[in-house]
C-alpha cells in the first residue's frame, strides 16, 4: 500500500534555529497536507499543497511541493518555542499520515 | 469555533469493557468520517471510513468486529470498541471532510485506558 515516511524521526534545535523537515511518498500525490500537532492535541492543518513545485509562505513557515510530486518540505525560520510539537505530512483522499518529524525547541 | 466534537475526552475502564466513542460534525453534514488510532510517539494510523447509512470501510489489519462503527446520520459517527484489552490503549480521533479539496477537521481526540 501506499508509504508516506518522513525525516527526521526527531529534531532538537536551540531556539532561533532554523528546522526542515521532509516528506516522501511512494506514489505521486494530487495534493498534499501538512498538520501540526501539539503534544496532547489533535492534528491542526497548516496548509494543502496542490501543484507540481508550489511554494507557500506562512510567516516563518516555507512549505515546497517537488515537480515529481512525491515528496514535500516544511522549513521554519528562526524557531520558537511555540513551534515545539509533531508535525505530519498527509496524503490524500483519507489521509495517510505520513511518519511525523517530533520538534524540540530549546530556550 | 469547534467544527468536530467528539466524546468522551478520555475513558479508563476494566478489561472486557465495552466502550463507546462519539464523533459530531457540528457545521454541516457529513457523510464521510474517519477514525484514526494513535499510539504514544506514533503517527495516526487509520482505521477505517465511515460512511453515512452504509457499512464502515475498514483498513487492512483492523478488526470489524472488535471496532464497531456506526455513521446513522449525517451528523454523528460511533466507534464501540468492544471487549476492550489493555493493547487497546490508544488515542483515537475522528475527522470529518470539509468538502472539496477542503482539509480534514479533528475531533480533540480520545484517550482510551484499559485497566
Known amino acids: 500500500g501506499q508509504q508516506v515516511m518522513q525525516i527526521p524521526q526527531y529534531q532538537h534545535v536551540q531556539e532561533g534555529e532554523d528546522f526542515t523537515t521532509y516528506c516522501n511518498s511512494s506514489t505521486t500525490l494530487s495534493n498534499i497536507q501538512w498538520y501540526k500537532q501539539r503534544p496532547g492535541g489533535h492534528p491542526v492543518f497548516l496548509i494543502q499543497l496542490v501543484k507540481s513545485g508550489e511554494v507557500k509562505k506562512q510567516k516563518r513557515l516555507t512549505f515546497q511541493f517537488g515537480e515529481a510530486k512525491k515528496n514535500s518540505s516544511l522549513h521554519i525560520t528562526a524557531t520558537q518555542t511555540t513551534d515545539v510539537g509533531t508535525y505530519f505530512c498527509?496524503?490524500?483522499?483519507?489521509?495517510?499520515f505520513g511518519t511525523g518529524t517530533r520538534l524540540q525547541v530549546f530556550p | 469555533g469547534a467544527v468536530v466534537s467528539q466524546h468522551p475526552s478520555w475513558v479508563i475502564c476494566k478489561s472486557g469493557t465495552s466502550v463507546k466513542i462519539e464523533c459530531r460534525s457540528l457545521d454541516f453534514q457529513a457523510t464521510t468520517m474517519f477514525w484514526y488510532r494513535q499510539f504514544p510517539k506514533q503517527s495516526l494510523m487509520l482505521m477505517a471510513t465511515?460512511?453515512?447509512?452504509?457499512?464502515?470501510?475498514?483498513e487492512q489489519g483492523v478488526e470489524k468486529d472488535k471496532f464497531l462503527i456506526n455513521h446513522a446520520s449525517l451528523t454523528l459517527s460511533t466507534l464501540t470498541v468492544t471487549s476492550a484489552h489493555p493493547e487497546d490503549s490508544s488515542f483515537y480521533i475522528c475527522?470529518?471532510?470539509?468538502?472539496?479539496?477542503?482539509?480534514?477537521?479533528f475531533g480533540d481526540g480520545t484517550r482510551l485506558s484499559i485497566l
Open positions: 498527509a496524503a490524500p483522499d483519507k489521509l495517510i
Open positions: 465511515s460512511n453515512e447509512g452504509s457499512k464502515a470501510t475498514y
Open positions: 475527522s470529518v471532510l470539509g468538502g472539496n479539496d477542503q482539509p480534514q477537521h
